[in-house]
């Protein structure tokens, strides 16, 4: 069974992690998108399309007016079982959010600079669950690209304590790495910004 990134995006945000406003269009009527903030995001699900955007499933920066073409076009060319229309988040650093279960060590954290680079980068920090918040700190301060964090592209600070937070609602005590039911999954990318991190892709793993 595939568990749609709405789906996941649900389970976490009830568990306090922040995710975009969003809607769920199965047929080809938008109005429920009407009163999202825009820029929007469209994005096809489906059970073949794991990666969205090496599909052209994802297309951001849309007007809601523009949805029923952009959705028609990708209809064409996927056979997705719906579309996810969600708010766009401003800019920030993109970092992955990950759980993993490894069969001998248990529950295990990931987190490190996401988004596209973050196969080329693997600049990536691992720790058994359940971490503590200094744990957190210290994942965070390993990475290569931990300056990223004191200011991008010459911008504010991201907001450290907000990655923090969220790291620790993923895998801290109580922590959502004790949900068997979400097992294995991924966020990626968190955009963190100057105030506020928020969840914009979560994929659930089939284990
Ligand atoms: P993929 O399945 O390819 O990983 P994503 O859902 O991660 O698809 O979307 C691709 C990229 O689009 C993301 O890495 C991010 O940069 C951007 N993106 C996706 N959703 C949003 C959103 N709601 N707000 C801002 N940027 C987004
Ligand atoms: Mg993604």
């Not at 996810?84 to 529950?107: H, S, T």
């Not at 600049?123 to 965070?140: K, N």
């Not at 990626?188 to 892709?201: E, Q, R, T, Y």
Request: charged share 20%; aromatic share 4%.
């Amino acid at each position: 069974m595939t568990i749609y990134e709405h789906e996941v995006k649900a389970l976490i945000s009830a568990a306090g992690v922040p995710v975009p406003r969003g809607v769920v269009v199965r047929g080809t009527d938008f109005g429920a998108a009407r009163d999202l903030a825009e820029p929007l995001v469209l994005k096809a699900f489906g059970a073949g399309l794991v990666h969205k955007s090496e599909n052209q499933a994802v297309a951001l920066g849309l007007r809601f007016s523009e949805l029923e073409a952009v959705a028609a076009g990708m209809r064409a060319r996927l056979e997705p079982a719906g579309f996810l229309v969600e708010e766009q988040a401003g800019p920030g650093v993109e970092l992955i959010v990950g759980l993993v279960r490894d069969p001998a060590f248990g529950p295990v954290l990931l987190t490190g600079l996401g988004g596209v680079w973050t196969e080329a980068l693997r600049d990536t920090a691992l720790r058994l669950c359940p971490i503590s918040e200094q744990d957190a700190r210290r994942m965070l301060a390993s990475l290569r690209g931990a300056a990223l964090l004191d200011g991008w592209r010459g911008g504010p600070p991201v907001d450290v304590d907000a990655v923090v937070k969220l790291l620790m609602t993923v895998g801290g005590p109580g922590g959502l790495w004790e949900r068997l039911e979400l097992g294995e999954f991924e966020l990626n990318p968190v955009i963190a910004g100057p105030s506020g991190v928020i969840a914009v892709d979560a994929r659930h793993l089939p284990g």
